[in-house]
């Protein structure tokens, strides 16, 4: 079964604080996304890695990816506000080019 | 335009009427997906489309669902006879690649459908 897990689903942090979000995965990916979805809009394209070891960051964002360990992490550092939003990993399993499968998404709430 | 665009946004139908859905992707993009977003959860694949061939449907929950993009850009989702359990978010998406997802995939804002 082609499964993607997220956690936590929920997560209030204090700004200033560092929290890493997890995702794992039932089976080898071709392809893994991380998405952000502010409530009432669309999805924004964060990150998208491709191959083992692959770390991408933006601003206060970083995002890897361990294919061997079907696991990719979004690392945020110093937290503001601005980063509340819900996160999605999403991944493109081998032999399914045509579709991405999310997980369940991670709520990030950044309080002062 | 400058993204994915999609119309109506907001619909509400009674049980039983059908509707159509409208995805106006980035120009120049081959791909297109349409996607189905339940409250509270992640987007579920629906179908995709290659230019207009459309490559894999798998994912349309059952026969009353049906897209189409006659002419390889503007797609239309379509649902008869809507029940209940239609209700949810439809987002449409495009990318460039032409091999499923390549690089990255743009979503519009989506068409929020209730059926009552």
């Known amino acids: 079964e082609l499964k993607v897990e997220q956690n936590p689903l929920f997560l209030s942090m204090q700004e200033g604080k560092n929290y890493t979000i997890y995702c794992n995965y039932s089976?080898?990916?071709?392809?893994l996304y991380w998405y952000r979805q502010d409530p009432g809009k669309s999805l924004e394209s964060l990150f998208v890695l491709l191959s083992n070891g692959a770390v991408k960051q933006e601003g206060r964002l970083m995002a890897s990816l361990d294919t061997k360990a079907r696991l990719s992490t979004l690392h945020i550092t110093a937290a503001v506000h601005d980063l509340s939003a819900t996160y999605f990993c999403a991944v493109s399993f081998t032999g399914t080019a045509s579709k991405l499968t999310f997980g369940t998404g991670t709520r990030l709430q950044v309080t002062l | 335009g400058a993204g994915v665009s999609q119309s109506p946004r907001y619909k509400v139908a009674k049980r039983g009427q059908d509707v159509a859905l409208r995805c106006d992707p980035i120009s120049g993009h081959v791909s297109l997906f349409w996607y189905q977003q339940a409250l509270g959860q992640g987007p579920e694949f629906l179908t995709y489309f290659q230019n207009e061939a459309q490559l894999d449907k798998s994912g349309l929950p059952s026969d009353r669902f049906f897209a189409e993009r006659p002419e390889g850009s503007v797609s239309t989702l379509k649902i008869q006879r809507t029940q209940q359990e239609d209700s949810a978010v439809y987002l449409c998406?495009?990318?460039?690649?032409?091999?499923?997802?390549?690089?990255?995939?743009?979503f519009g804002e989506g068409s929020w459908l209730t059926v009552v």
């Open positions: 089976t080898t990916s071709d392809r």
């Open positions: 998406a495009s990318s460039f690649g032409q091999q499923g997802p390549y690089g990255t995939i743009y």
